[in-house]
């Protein structure tokens, strides 16, 4: 079983950057797929990015294509977002969360364990 944390939100302006990482204790993200989800107020938890761990398959939502990058670190153990051009409907609690199974899914049941999320807020 894998715990998960995220780190790294914060407060930035439109148009700055920011770097979330999650970190994976109990295990490492070698076997499992990762998927970067959020939540803002009053909406449903939806699909960020994801990457899985058969190497070399990668999602985005259409929302954030182009602007925001998902990656593992080298010792296994962090899967980082990092974000671009940070526009005010980014706003959310960002939430990482990891699967067994080998495909990127876009669907918030699909995903086992769950981090407890950080505040991403984007002032205009």
């Known amino acids: 079983q894998v715990q998960l944390e995220e780190s790294g939100g914060g407060l930035v302006q439109a148009g700055g950057s920011l770097r979330l990482s999650c970190a994976a204790s109990g295990r490492t993200f070698s076997t499992y797929t990762v998927g970067w989800f959020r939540q803002a107020p009053g909406k449903d938890r939806e699909f960020v990015a994801g990457?899985?761990?058969?190497?070399?398959?990668?999602a985005y939502a259409d929302a954030v294509k182009g602007r925001f990058t998902i990656s593992r670190g080298s010792a296994g153990n962090t899967v980082d977002l990092q974000m671009y051009n940070l526009k005010p409907e980014d706003t959310a609690v960002y939430y990482c969360a990891a699967r067994t199974g080998a495909l990127v899914v876009r669907n918030v049941a699909s995903y086992d364990y769950w981090g407890q999320g950080t505040q991403v807020t984007v002032s205009s």
């Open positions: 990457d899985s761990w058969s190497g070399g398959r990668t």
